[in-house]
């Protein structure tokens, strides 16, 4: 268990939907990590934040948008779902912005219909 | 150019053998990180070791080590002993610095390990 906490496990909704994934870090870490698993594109880097303020931004769709809270905790926001966007996505946390290992969490399997 | 590449989709190891999963990397930033990740089939990610392109000796994290050769851009994975339990999908990554304070990461296509008792 890495400490990384993600919810739901399972999503399933139906295309032109919006739906949010949420993440709470490990105790202590300030930085999250967002990412997409899918079977065509493998694993892809979306956005980073750090004590609330976004850090690095990778291949996120502008269909999607995250935050995170003065908790802590993070939301993933996607809307007007498409098949494409089934996926497995996983948020990691680590103790701060810069060159620290990540730990994952146990992620979200979306699956749009 | 591809950021990360693994050239073995499979590998097939001998229970108790060691074996090396292959990684290069391409980057012109010279402050950069490299990780190994473990992914079973039940689904986690989870963290192997990390090598700092700035540290001079090879990362070592019990049976894991990593085979860092800076000038040749390579970062192998070697599992020593291998078992049962290390049979699994393995992704290598890289951090690249973004802006001040951010990272970006690639990761690979994975490899996947199959332990043959």
Not at chain 1, 93 to 102: D, F, H, K, L, R
């Amino acid at each position: 268990d890495s400490g990384v906490t993600q919810t739901p496990k399972h999503l399933i909704t139906a295309t032109g939907q919006r739906v949010t994934l949420r993440c709470s870090p490990r105790s202590g870490d300030l930085s999250v990590y967002w990412y997409q698993q899918s079977l065509d594109q493998g694993l892809q880097f979306l956005i980073q934040y750090y004590n609330g303020e976004e850090r690095a931004k990778g291949n996120i769709l502008e269909r999607f948008s995250a935050q995170q809270f003065p908790d802590l905790h993070s939301e993933l926001n996607l809307s007007s779902l498409e098949l494409g966007d089934s996926a497995l996505y996983f948020c990691a946390s680590s103790v701060g912005p810069g060159p620290y290992e990540q730990y994952f969490g146990p992620g979200t399997r979306l699956t749009v219909t | 150019a591809q950021k990360i590449t693994q050239t073995q989709p499979g590998m097939f190891v001998q229970e108790k053998e060691a074996v090396t999963l292959d990684c290069t990397y391409d980057t012109s930033d010279p402050s950069y990180g490299l990780f190994w990740y473990k992914q079973p089939s039940s689904g986690e990610m989870i963290f192997l070791i990390y090598q700092g392109s700035y540290d001079q000796q090879n990362a070592t994290e019990g049976r894991y080590s990593l085979n860092f050769q800076k000038a040749r851009k390579s970062a192998n994975l070697v599992i020593s002993a291998s078992q049962l339990g290390d049979s699994a999908m393995y992704f290598c990554a890289m951090r690249e610095p973004q802006g001040h304070t951010g990272n970006q990461f690639y990761f690979g296509t994975g490899t996947s390990l199959t332990v043959i008792p």
